[in-house]
C-alpha cells in the first residue's frame, strides 16, 4: 500500500487546521451556510435527512488493517457503531456532528486517511477494480497509476470549483469490475506492440438523470502523458461546461452536446502546449509508486487441497461459499475471497464496529493485512492462501461475513436511500430487503446464476441502477413511493444502460415483479446462458408482456 | 471599500472598473486616469484605447474566452479576472491560461465574490492581486496564502510538481 511521506502528512494536516478554522467560522456565524456548504463538502460533510454524513474515501478501495480498524473505532465513538460501504469506495458515517468532524478527521489523519474531495464540484476519489495486482491474467496493476492520479487531483487548485462532480476510473483487469465506461474519465489501461503501457481515455460516461457510455477521445495515451492529458482534459470541461443548470452540468452533457470529436480537438488543443512540460511523468516517479504495491512475501504451493477438497464434500454450505465467493488468484495456492455484506435484514454495504474489527484481523492473519472494498459494497481478501480458507470461512460465518451471494441475484446494490439521504425520492434498503426475503433460498439463487441487481432512491442513481442487469429506481408519483424497473444494464466491459420496463410498481409489488422477470428469463434460457445474454437474445418485450399482464 | 492585496502586501487601488453597460466615451471622460473595461468594449474600440492618455487594463469575466484577448494581454498594465460567485471556477483557468499560454507578466488582480478560502488556490493559478471585501478579516486572508505548506501539482507558481522536487 502507498505510505504518506513527510509532504503527504503535511499537506493531510494542513486541511485538518483549515478546516478546523473554516468549522469555527461558520459555528460563529463569519461564514454563511451558502460559504460554508462547499468547504464542507469538500471535506465529505453533508447534512442529511436526520444528521450530518461524512463521506470518507478509501482510495482505491484499498485499506490496511489499521485504517480498517480505525473506521471501527470511529464508527463506535462518533457514530451509531456502524458505517455504510459506498458504490464509489467510500465509506459513510451516517450520525456524526458536526462539531466533532474536526476531531474525526485528525483521528482518520492518524491512519493516512481522510475526507479530502469526497462530494462537492471537484475531482472525487479515483475508483478501480477491487482485484487490481492479484487478477488472472491482469494488463497492469492500477494501483500506482491511482496513486498517482490521487496526488495529481488532491488540492488541484484550478479544479476546486468545477461546475459538477467530477469522477476517474481506472481499469487494467480484462474483467471491468471498476464500470470504468460510467465515469466523467474512464481509463482503461493497454499495452501496444512493444510492450509499452498507455490508457485508453473515455470521457462523458455517467449515471444520474442522464445515464450516458464514455467516448474514447484517445485510443492509446502514453504513460509519460497521463497527467498533461488529464489536465487539459478538466480545462476545457471547467471552461465550456454548462454552470446555469445543475442537470446539465456534468462533462457527459458537454461531451454530448459537441460531440467527441470537437471535444477531442478542444482537448488536444490545450495538450500540445504541457505536452512536454514539467507535469510530463517520469520513470522515477512511476517506480516510486510502484514500488509501494509489490507482491506480499509469497510462498511457493501447489494449487490443490486434499483438506478443502474434503471439506467441500461434507460442508454444502462452504461449497456455495467457494463457489461463489472465491476466485482464483495469479498465485498458485491462493485465493481472492469476498466477504458479502449482503446479509438479509442488513442494509447493502452496512458493516458494524465489531464485524470491521473483525475483518481487520483476519486480514492480518490470512492476507497481509490489507482488505479492499468493491463499488458492489463488499470486502474482499485479495490474497488468502488456498489451505486457510475452512478456517477463515468458518470465522467469517460467525460474524454474518459468510453469506455465499456473490454476483447472484441477492447481492443487490443499493443506495442508502429515503431512510438516511435528503435527496432520495424514495426508499431503497426495504425493496432491497423484501426482494432478499423473497430469494432467499440459495439453490433458487443458484439456479437464476449471475445476476446484477441494482437499486438507487433517485435519479442520481448512486445504486448505480442504470448498469444493473436488473435496475430499481425510487421516483415519487403524487407523493407516494413507486419504483421503476429498467432491464438490460451492464457495467462491464459491454457496457450498457438498462431500458425501462414500463409504468412504476408500488413497493409491495416489487418481489412478485421481480420474480415474474425471473421466470420469464428461466422459461427461455437456453443451455447456461445467463440473465443478460437472454435478455439481450430476446429483448425486453416477453418480460413485459409477462411483468403488466396482470393490469390489462 | 474593499481592500486590496497585491503580492502580499495591502495598497491603495487607484483603478477604476466599468461596468459592461458602460460606453468609450464614458471611459475617455471618466475622472480616473488608470480604468479597467471590460473585454468586449476593449475588442471594439483597441485603436481609441489604445490612443488614449489614460492607462488601460481590461477585465474578463467568467464566460469570457481568454485566448480572444490574445497577445493583447502583454501590452496591458493590469488585467482584472472576474468571479461573480465564489462557486463559478472558470476564472482560474483563465488565470492559468494568460500566465502560461499567453506569457502574460503584468498583475493579474481578482475581482468579485472572492472568500477567504479560495485565496491560496487563486494564488496558485498565477493571480496576484486581490480585491478583497470588507466581510473577511484582512489577517485572515494574509494568512490564507499559506493555507498549505506544499502542492502535488505542476501550478503556474511552481510549475515543478511535487514529484520531481521530492
Given at each position: ?407 447472484l441475484i441477492n447481492?443487490i446494490v443499493c443506495?442508502?436511500g ?7 425520492n424514495a426508499k431503497s434498503i426495504p425493496i432491497a430487503e423484501s426482494i432478499q426475503r423473497r430469494f432467499e433460498d440459495?439453490?433458487i439463487q443458484?439456479?437464476i446464476?449471475?445476476l446484477t441487481l441494482n437499486i438507487s432512491g ?5 445504486g448505480?441502477h442504470h448498469?444493473g442487469n436488473i435496475g430499481i429506481l425510487g421516483v415519487d408519483k403524487?407523493?407516494s413511493e413507486f419504483y421503476q424497473v429498467t432491464l438490460g444494464g ?8 438498462g431500458k425501462v420496463l414500463g409504468p412504476s410498481f408500488a413497493q409491495a409489488e416489487m418481489p412478485d415483479v421481480i420474480e415474474k422477470i425471473i421466470n420469464v428469463y428461466l422459461e427461455k ?6 440473465f443478460i445474454?437472454t435478455y439481450?437474445?430476446i429483448g425486453i418485450e416477453p418480460y413485459k408482456e409477462k411483468v403488466y399482464a396482470d393490469a390489462d | ?166
Amino acid at each position: 500500500m502507498y505510505i504518506y511521506d513527510s509532504y503527504d502528512k503535511q499537506m493531510l494536516q494542513d486541511r485538518i487546521t483549515q478546516y478546523r478554522d473554516q468549522t469555527k467560522r461558520f459555528l460563529a456565524g463569519e461564514l454563511s451556510n451558502e460559504q460554508f456548504l462547499p468547504l464542507r463538502l469538500q471535506n465529505g460533510l453533508y447534512i442529511q435527512r436526520l444528521a450530518p454524513m461524512l463521506r470518507v474515501a478509501i482510495p482505491y478501495g484499498c485499506l490496511s488493517s489499521n485504517q480498517l480498524r480505525k473506521l471501527a473505532s470511529i464508527a463506535r465513538d462518533y457514530d451509531k457503531g456502524y458505517a455504510h460501504f459506498s458504490t464509489r469506495q467510500n465509506i459513510q458515517y451516517n450520525w456524526p456532528i458536526l462539531e466533532q468532524t474536526p476531531d474525526l478527521l485528525a483521528e482518520l489523519a492518524e491512519v493516512e486517511m481522510h475526507a479530502i474531495q469526497t462530494s462537492g464540484n471537484c475531482i472525487r476519489n479515483t475508483t478501480t477494480d477491487q482485484f487490481a495486482g492479484v487478477a488472472v491474467g491482469e494488463i497492469e496493476d492500477s494501483r500506482p497509476w491511482c496513486e498517482i492520479i490521487r496526488q495529481w487531483s488532491t488540492f488541484h487548485p484550478e479544479f476546486a470549483y468545477l461546475p459538477r462532480k467530477f469522477k476517474i476510473a481506472v481499469c487494467g483487469t480484462p474483467n471491468d469490475q471498476a464500470a470504468t465506461q460510467v465515469h466523467d474519465i474512464g481509463l482503461y489501461i493497454k499495452k501496444n506492440k512493444d510492450g509499452e503501457v498507455g490508457f485508453q481515455v473515455l470521457v462523458g460516461g455517467g449515471l444520474g438523470r442522464t445515464p450516458v457510455i464514455g467516448a474514447e477521445i484517445c485510443e492509446f495515451l502514453p504513460w509519460q502523458h497521463l497527467l498533461t492529458y488529464l489536465d487539459a482534459i478538466m480545462r476545457v470541461y471547467n471552461r465550456f461546461g454548462r454552470r446555469d443548470n445543475k442537470y446539465k452540468a456534468r462533462i457527459k452533457i458537454l461531451v454530448k452536446a459537441i460531440g467527441a470529436d470537437a471535444f477531442r480537438e478542444k482537448v488536444e488543443a490545450e495538450w500540445q502546449h504541457d505536452k512536454e512540460g514539467p507535469a510530463t511523468l517520469s520513470q522515477e516517479e512511476v517506480d516510486r509508486c510502484k514500488s509501494f504495491f509489490t507482491d506480499p512475501d509469497y510462498q511457493t504451493l501447489d494449487d490443490s487441497d486434499s483438506e478443502i477438497n474434503a471439506q467441500l464434500e461434507k460442508d454444502l454450505l462452504f461449497s456455495h461459499w467457494m463457489e461463489r465467493n472465491v476466485v482464483a488468484h495469479k498465485k498458485p495456492g491462493y485465493r481472492i475471497v469476498t466477504l458479502c455484506l449482503k446479509e438479509t435484514g442488513v442494509a447493502p454495504g452496512d458493516a458494524s464496529d465489531r464485524q470491521m474489527e473483525f475483518v481487520a484481523d483476519l486480514a492480518e492473519k490470512y492476507s497481509f493485512s490489507e482488505v479492499r472494498v468493491t463499488h458492489e459494497q463488499n470486502l474482499v481478501l485479495t490474497d488468502v492462501r488456498l489451505q486457510d480458507l475452512y478456517v477463515l470461512y468458518q470465522g467469517c460465518k460467525q460474524e454474518a461475513l459468510a453469506t455465499p451471494y456473490v454476483g447472484l441475484i441477492n447481492d443487490i446494490v443499493c443506495c442508502p436511500g429515503g431512510d438516511f439521504c435528503s435527496l432520495a425520492n424514495a426508499k431503497s434498503i426495504p425493496i432491497a430487503e423484501s426482494i432478499q426475503r423473497r430469494f432467499e433460498d440459495f439453490d433458487i439463487q443458484k439456479n437464476i446464476g449471475d445476476l446484477t441487481l441494482n437499486i438507487s432512491g433517485c435519479m442520481n442513481a448512486c445504486g448505480h441502477h442504470h448498469v444493473g442487469n436488473i435496475g430499481i429506481l425510487g421516483v415519487d408519483k403524487k407523493g407516494s413511493e413507486f419504483y421503476q424497473v429498467t432491464l438490460g444494464g451492464s457495467a462491464d466491459r459491454d457496457a450498457a444502460i438498462g431500458k425501462v420496463l414500463g409504468p412504476s410498481f408500488a413497493q409491495a409489488e416489487m418481489p412478485d415483479v421481480i420474480e415474474k422477470i425471473i421466470n420469464v428469463y428461466l422459461e427461455k434460457r437456453q443451455d447456461s446462458e445467463s440473465f443478460i445474454a437472454t435478455y439481450n437474445r430476446i429483448g425486453i418485450e416477453p418480460y413485459k408482456e409477462k411483468v403488466y399482464a396482470d393490469a390489462d | 471599500m474593499p481592500t486590496l492585496i497585491k503580492d502580499g502586501q495591502v495598497i491603495e487601488n487607484t483603478w477604476v472598473l466599468i461596468g459592461k453597460e458602460s460606453d468609450l466615451s464614458s471611459v475617455l471622460s471618466h475622472a480616473s486616469e488608470q480604468v479597467l473595461v471590460p473585454l468586449s468594449l476593449w475588442q471594439e474600440h483597441k485603436s481609441d484605447l489604445q490612443a488614449s492618455e489614460k492607462a488601460i487594463g481590461v477585465w474578463l469575466d467568467s464566460d469570457d474566452d481568454t485566448y480572444e484577448l490574445g497577445s493583447d494581454a502583454l501590452e496591458l498594465p493590469l488585467i482584472a479576472l472576474n468571479f461573480p460567485v465564489f462557486m463559478d471556477g472558470r476564472s482560474y483557468s483563465s488565470a492559468a491560461i494568460l500566465r502560461q499560454r499567453i506569457g502574460y507578466k503584468g498583475e493579474l488582480r481578482a475581482v468579485g465574490e472572492i472568500l477567504r478560502d479560495q485565496l491560496f488556490y487563486m494564488k496558485k493559478c498565477g493571480i496576484n492581486s486581490f480585491e478583497i471585501s470588507d466581510s473577511v478579516k484582512l489577517e485572515d486572508a494574509l494568512a490564507a496564502f499559506s493555507d498549505f505548506s506544499n502542492n502535488y501539482q505542476s501550478t503556474i507558481e511552481d510549475p515543478l510538481p511535487l514529484f520531481r522536487r521530492r
